[in-house]
């Protein structure tokens, strides 16, 4: 394979990824209850949870237990997700949850949400 059809076909390869991270909003949302989802969106509109730029929701202040649970159920339906599209594109769990953040997730955060970037800062949109 020539060096121009390796770098079309790893592009091809990323995109497909990404394609296939997209589902990670149906498989998250399956993983929680429709009650768990209203709960992360009232919070994350409150500024008490936000998206991070390792794929994940992550608390950002003070949260009760009911919160936690809802946030660790959508993190665990995203890990999976994240791990079937990194196996498929050969690659690790954390460069495709990364890769969703980069594409998906935080064009998603709405004015007035925070989100904490990669280095580590709660950044408020």
Do not use: H, P
């Not at 909003?25 to 209203?38: F, R």
């Not at 008490?48 to 929701?57: I, L, N, R």
């Not at 949850?97 to 280095?119: C, D, H, I, K, P």
Request: net charge positive; no cysteine.
């Amino acid at each position: 394979m020539g060096k121009i059809q390796q770098m079309t076909f790893r592009k091809l390869m990323i995109a497909g990824a990404a394609v296939a991270l997209l589902a990670v909003g149906a498989t998250a949302a399956m993983a929680q209850t429709s009650a768990q989802k209203a709960l992360i969106d009232a919070a994350k509109s409150q500024g008490t949870v936000g998206e991070q730029a390792d794929g994940y929701v992550g608390v950002r202040t003070n949260a009760d237990a009911e919160l936690r649970a809802a946030v660790d159920a959508t993190n665990n339906g995203r890990r999976a997700v994240y791990a079937r599209s990194a196996t498929e594109a050969g690659t690790t769990t954390e460069i495709a949850a990364a890769r969703m953040f980069e594409t998906q997730l935080l064009a998603r955060v709405s004015s007035g949400q925070w989100y904490r970037n990669a280095a580590g800062q709660w950044v408020q949109r």
